[in-house]
């Protein structure tokens, strides 16, 4: 029998990566998008079939994430075996200046739909995304047993839904589990966050159409690795016979300044002729350092990242560089095509 998967966030990052792996493994494939006058399905649209075919596996529902009623009424029709809650307000700078609405997007979605669970019976198992970020001014390295002390709205909000999934799996029996997720990235990680932000800007250098990066603090500290090989371990999660909490991280990490030292270096480019500091992206607290202790995931979902960061780097610049019509670098594409098991052929959009 088929399974059937929920995907809140699909549209996103880790959402799309997701989707494509479950069709890989024979899912029939839900996932909600909120109605919007600028919504995008771009990282889906190589999957997404008109769903008058019936061979149609993957299905897209417009729906309120905060509506009791309306997560009730969609999980009653679909009946998944599992549910992926990624759908986020997940920029940190912006949970500083919209603290209420990523409190509603990140808590209140969270929370309606461990009760739709509860209230129904469901068997569903679900799985949250926590992030690094709870554990804050924690010194490295961090693993499930670190001590939170979040430092942005958007931590504090990912905190609270992360005790709320435990919560619930204790007091009423409910498959539900945290992934507390590290920097993941690739080339269609938002263009807001760092890593995006740095190869992006470095294929528009190339291009002739920027000339400056203006970037806050250089000396924050990342744990970076690459999503697809994370949506792997968040299925890995819920196949497990009981439900449990997992930091997923590489065990490395980097400073800001040498991810964009290694990333201009790579298209032979001086960083310092073209980085800029701009006080208004540092966050009004700064989390310094975040670094996995992933020892838990590679014993029990026997999980072991395999990308390297300077392979992400490579991956996304040569991406960006083809996306504006420049010839890439070629050693990113050539790492992917050689030794990444993809689900689907390289496509520009990995």
């Not at 970020?133 to 979040?150: I, V």
Request: with cysteine; aromatic share 12%; glycine share 6%.
């Amino acid at each position: 029998m088929t399974k059937k998967a929920l995907i809140t966030g699909i549209t996103g990052q880790d959402g799309s990566y997701l989707a494509e792996f479950l069709l890989y493994k024979g899912y029939e494939v839900h996932g909600i998008i909120r109605k919007s006058s600028n919504f995008t399905t771009t990282r889906i649209d190589h999957l997404y079939q008109d769903p008058h075919e019936k061979d149609t596996t993957l299905f897209l529902h417009y729906d309120d994430l905060t509506s009791l009623e309306t997560i009730n009424s969609l999980i009653s029709r679909i009946e998944p075996d599992e549910i992926y809650n990624l759908g986020a307000q997940s920029h940190v700078h912006t949970s500083f200046q919209l603290p209420e609405y990523t409190t509603t997007i990140n808590s209140v979605a969270n929370t309606k739909i461990l009760e739709v669970l509860r209230q129904t019976g469901s068997k569903a198992k679900f799985y949250q995304a926590s992030s690094s970020e709870m554990f804050g001014k924690t010194s490295p390295p961090q693993s499930e047993k670190s001590t939170m002390a979040p430092r942005s709205p958007y931590a504090i909000t990912k905190l609270y839904s992360y005790w709320m999934t435990i919560n619930y799996r204790e007091a009423y029996n409910i498959f539900a589990t945290n992934g507390i997720l590290f920097n993941h990235e690739s080339p269609r990680r938002g263009e807001t966050f760092v890593t995006r932000k740095i190869t992006k800007a470095i294929a528009k250098i190339k291009a002739g159409i920027q000339e400056k990066l203006y970037l806050g603090n250089l000396e924050s500290k990342r744990d970076w690795g690459f999503a697809p090989e994370y949506v792997e371990a968040m299925w890995q999660m819920l196949q497990l016979d009981h439900p449990d909490d997992f930091v997923l991280g590489t065990g490395n990490s980097y400073t800001v300044k040498e991810c964009v030292a290694y990333a201009f270096d790579y298209v032979n480019l001086d960083w310092e002729k073209h980085v800029e500091i701009d006080p208004k992206y540092f966050r009004p607290t700064e989390v310094n350092s975040l670094e996995a202790n992933s020892a838990k995931a590679k014993n029990d979902l026997q999980w072991n990242p395999k990308v390297s960061f300077e392979n992400i780097i490579k991956i996304m610049i040569d991406s960006d560089m083809q996306e504006l019509g420049l010839t890439p670098v070629g050693e990113g594409k050539d790492f992917i095509d050689k030794n990444y098991n993809v689900w689907y052929p390289y496509n520009n959009k990995l």
